[in-house]
């Protein structure tokens, strides 16, 4: 009876694509997922061609863009240059729908963190409707994009502000013996620290991985 208990509690776990239980808890992936964002500040986006494109339709498109983790929730905020064929690729989507993959840097390997955001760019506009804080915030990450802002008076290409919101996240932390892999909800990724065991702030261990905090 026992033995068949067994089996079928395995047969469930390893049968569902979302989720595989481990050690690390969803509370603690969310957490690495935002360190791995806030640190990395460079993910590969993927979009679309739109379906009237002449050549790829429907095809995948991807290549790496900046971004800087400036909004508490867990949003990104983005340099939104119309001539990048994502944008164009975001513009064309009903949706403005993209995904952001980060992995962990300096040498990514199949042991480390990785997580895939799913979600919407909004474009903003120009300086105005940005905070001056989260101008600074994507300074700090982009030293090099000064002369793309914006308000830059010599920017070779027209640039507006944007921002990604994550409305699906996935996770992998490494090899699924010891890590989470699976979806986060969204709203533990965008209050990691409301979960269980959490509920202080600064820095702290999981798994043996550092993590500051916000």
């Not at 739109?50 to 290549?63: A, E, I, K, N, R």
């Not at 952001?100 to 199949?110: D, F």
């Amino acid at each position: 009876m026992l033995l068949l208990f067994l089996i079928t509690f395995l047969s469930v776990v390893y049968a569902s694509p979302a989720l595989i239980w481990n050690e690390e808890t969803v509370y603690d992936a969310a957490l690495i997922a935002r360190r791995l964002l806030n640190e990395s500040n460079v993910g590969t986006m993927a979009t679309t061609y739109p379906m009237d494109y002449s050549t790829f339709s429907g095809m995948p498109f991807s290549l790496q863009e900046y971004y800087a983790s400036c909004f508490h929730n867990g949003s990104l905020l983005l340099l939104f240059l119309p001539i990048s064929r994502n944008s164009q690729n975001i513009l064309a989507s009903p949706k403005h729908a993209a995904s952001i993959s980060v992995w962990q840097l300096p040498h990514p390997s199949a042991s480390q963190a990785r997580v895939s955001l799913v979600g919407e760019v909004a474009v903003l506009g120009k300086d105005s409707v940005v905070d001056p804080t989260q101008r600074e915030c994507y300074i700090k990450a982009h030293p090099d994009a000064g002369r793309w802002l914006p308000d830059a008076p010599d920017s070779p290409h027209q640039s507006l502000w944007a921002r990604f919101d994550p409305i699906s996240v996935y996770f992998v932390g490494g090899f699924g013996d010891e890590h989470y892999i699976g979806e986060i909800p969204l709203r533990v990724y965008q209050d990691p620290l409301g979960g269980p065991g959490t509920g202080k702030r600064g820095a702290f261990t999981v798994n043996r991985l550092q993590v500051q905090w916000p």
